[in-house]
């Protein structure tokens, strides 16, 4: 499904010419202004899935936060955003094929971090209270308690179950499990599943990070059979050679001026495993 079809970023003579009718002088970074124009940057034809490959400071999340922003997609994280960010939106076009879905959203790197954190967070707070059950359970059914009035009930109740359960089940019973018992890379797979739902727009800068290879392998399954079955369109930055093989795929080359659409066995990372590989061939 194709619910972006084209997006425009401002040229270097429109940055000129905005540059030439501003009065404001006291900045010296106009982010994200000579960033995508200095690289020839200036169109995107979109296919189902859609993807930005470059090297660190290429302009691929810069691309990704500035459609996000034009498009208006959900967001978790916040995005720090620069004096000149409104001016430069405006000055990008685009062009929809369909609506696009209220559930549309962009998930970064800084989505994952946090989710993990607060997951990690959330059961070390479970832990702390676990540890602080089990020595109620030894109050509760060791203590000569005696109820004096309603005001003990509750007290009551938690005697008589510390003195029918055993310690184990006392907990389990009154506390819930941990929330997550995954590893950081499954729990950052969960969050991609979760968060992409039938019939969206998800914008996806280098979803690969905090993800084994066989994690990414089944993230690029799950992103082509949501993009064949599930009405999904994704537009993905990514270094990874098992995304960027991604079936169907139109990639960019932000490493090239001006950017040139590529397959994917012609860009430089990917020969550059290849190369590595062959190399020790006779190894495996």
């Not at 002088?25 to 200095?38: A, E, G, Q």
């Not at 020839?40 to 034809?45: K, S």
């Not at 990372?269 to 590595?276: A, D």
Request: hydrophobic share 35%.
């Amino acid at each position: 499904m194709v619910y972006l079809n084209v997006f425009t970023f401002p040229n270097e003579d429109m940055e000129f010419s905005f540059f030439m009718k501003i009065k404001r002088t006291c900045y010296d970074v106009f982010y994200p202004f000579m960033i995508l124009s200095r690289i020839g940057f200036g169109r995107i034809d979109f296919e189902p899935v859609t993807i930005l490959y470059g090297g660190n400071g290429s302009g691929k999340s810069t691309a990704l936060n500035v459609m996000a922003e034009k498009i208006g997609v959900n967001r978790d994280s916040i995005y720090n955003k620069s004096n000149f960010y409104s001016d430069y939106i405006q000055m990008c076009e685009m062009q929809l094929k369909a609506k696009v879905p209220e559930n549309s959203r962009i998930i970064t790197s800084d989505d994952v971090f946090d989710y993990m954190l607060n997951i990690r967070n959330l059961n070390q707070g479970i832990d702390l209270k676990r540890e602080k059950l089990f020595d109620e359970y030894l109050d509760a059914k060791y203590s000569p308690f005696q109820m004096k009035s309603l005001a003990d009930y509750e007290q009551l109740k938690k005697v008589n179950l510390a003195k029918s359960k055993t310690q184990s089940r006392f907990v389990r019973h009154e506390l819930m499990a941990n929330v997550r018992g995954y590893s950081n890379g499954e729990n950052a797979f969960l969050y991609f599943t979760e968060k992409i739902d039938e019939a969206g727009l998800y914008i996806l800068d280098e979803p690969e990070n905090s993800l084994s290879p066989k994690r990414q392998m089944e993230l690029m399954k799950f992103i082509e059979d949501a993009a064949r079955f599930g009405g999904c369109q994704f537009i993905i930055s990514t270094h990874s050679p098992f995304l960027l093989a991604l079936r169907g795929a139109k990639i960019y080359d932000l490493d090239e001026k001006p950017v040139d659409v590529k397959k994917w066995t012609k860009l430089e990372n990917i020969r550059t495993y290849y190369e590595f590989f062959k190399r020790y061939e006779n190894e495996f």
